[in-house]
C-alpha cells in the first residue's frame, strides 16, 4: 500500500518542480525582455542626446564585452564620428560594413566617415559597391559631394536635386549645394539655394552668413531679408564688410564695418579691430 502512496507522492513533487521550472524560465525570459528594452533605451540615448566623449566609453566597453555583437561595433562607430573621430570611426565602420551582417546603410556611413577622414577616393569606391537600386538621401547627399570634390557639376547638380526630394529636412543639402554653386561663380544660383535652405531651416546662421556672401559678390551688400538675431545682424554686416573690401569697395565696407560695431549688444573686438586697421592705412 505504500508503495503507491510514495509513487503519488514523487509524482506531486516532480508536477511541483516541472511547475516551478516553467515560472524561473518564465521569470528569466520577463527579466531578459527589460534587460533588452532597457539596453535599447539606454543605446538609443548615449547615441542621441548623451555626452559624445562618454558614448564612445560606454560602445567601446559593450563592443569589448560582446565582440559578436555588430550592432554594438555599428553604434561605437557612429559614436565616434560625433565625438570628431572619423580615423577610428572608419576602421570600425570597415569591420561593420564587410560583416555577414552588414547592410547598404552600413556602407553608406562607411563613406561618410571617409569623407569625414579626407579619403574621397576611397569614399567614391565604397559608394559605387552600393547597388544603384538602393535610394537614400544619405548614399545621394554623399554621392553629391563626391561629385562636387571632383568638380562633376552637373553629375553634382543632379545627386543634390534627388538627395533634396528625398528628405523632409532638406536645408543643409540645400546650403551644401548652394555652396557648390558659389565654389563655380554662379552667385544668382547659390543664393537661391541658400534662401530655399533658410525656408526650411530659418535659424541656420551657416546659410544666411553664406547667403551674405553670394548677394556680396553681385555687389549687393545690403542685408537679406531673413530671420535674424541683433548679434546676427551685426556678424552679417562684417561678412558683407569683408567682401566689399576684398572687392575693392572700401568705402561701403568701412560703413559696414561702423554700423556691425554699432549694432552688435557687446563689444565687436573684430570689426573695431578691422575698422582701426582701416582707418590706420588712411592716416600712413
Not at 548623451?50 to 559578436?68: H, L
Not at 547598404?104 to 561618410?112: F, G, I, L, R, T
Not at 557639376?153 to 554653386?181: C, H, M, Q
Not at 541683433?230 to 554686416?237: F, G
Amino acid at each position: 500500500m505504500r508503495r503507491p502512496i510514495l509513487m503519488g507522492l514523487l509524482l506531486v513533487g516532480m508536477t511541483g518542480l516541472s511547475a516551478c521550472t516553467d515560472k524561473n524560465a518564465q521569470v528569466d525570459r520577463a527579466v531578459d525582455s527589460v534587460n533588452v528594452i532597457d539596453e535599447t533605451n539606454l543605446n538609443d540615448v548615449m547615441l542621441t542626446v548623451g555626452d559624445p566623449e562618454e558614448a564612445v566609453t560606454y560602445f567601446k566597453r559593450a563592443a569589448e564585452e560582446n565582440p559578436d555583437r555588430v550592432d554594438l561595433k555599428r553604434s561605437l562607430a557612429k559614436s565616434l564620428v560625433r565625438a570628431g573621430k572619423p580615423t577610428e570611426a572608419v576602421r570600425i565602420w570597415a569591420a561593420v560594413a564587410a560583416s555577414p551582417e552588414g547592410t547598404n546603410d552600413d556602407k553608406v556611413s562607411y563613406a561618410d566617415a571617409l569623407i569625414r577622414d579626407n579619403k574621397w577616393p576611397e569614399a567614391e569606391a565604397e559608394l559605387n559597391k552600393i547597388p544603384p537600386t538602393f535610394e537614400t538621401f544619405d548614399r545621394y547627399r554623399l554621392e553629391a559631394m563626391v561629385a562636387d570634390s571632383k568638380k562633376s557639376w552637373t553629375k553634382a547638380d543632379s545627386f543634390y536635386e534627388i538627395a533634396v526630394g528625398l528628405t523632409t529636412r532638406p536645408a543643409g543639402v540645400l546650403n551644401n549645394w548652394g555652396y557648390s554653386k558659389l565654389s563655380r561663380e554662379d552667385y544668382p544660383g547659390a543664393e537661391k539655394l541658400f534662401t530655399e535652405a533658410l525656408t526650411y531651416d530659418p535659424g541656420m546662421f551657416t546659410a544666411k552668413n553664406n547667403l551674405v556672401l553670394a548677394r556680396a559678390a553681385q555687389r549687393k551688400y545690403d542685408l537679406p531679408v531673413v530671420q535674424m538675431t541683433q548679434v546676427e545682424r551685426a556678424e552679417l554686416m562684417y561678412t558683407a564688410a569683408l567682401a566689399a573690401i576684398k572687392q575693392g569697395d572700401s568705402n561701403v565696407g568701412k560703413g559696414l564695418l561702423e554700423q556691425a560695431v554699432e549694432t552688435h549688444p557687446q563689444y565687436f573686438e573684430a570689426a573695431a579691430r578691422s575698422l582701426a586697421a582701416m582707418d590706420a592705412n588712411v592716416t600712413n
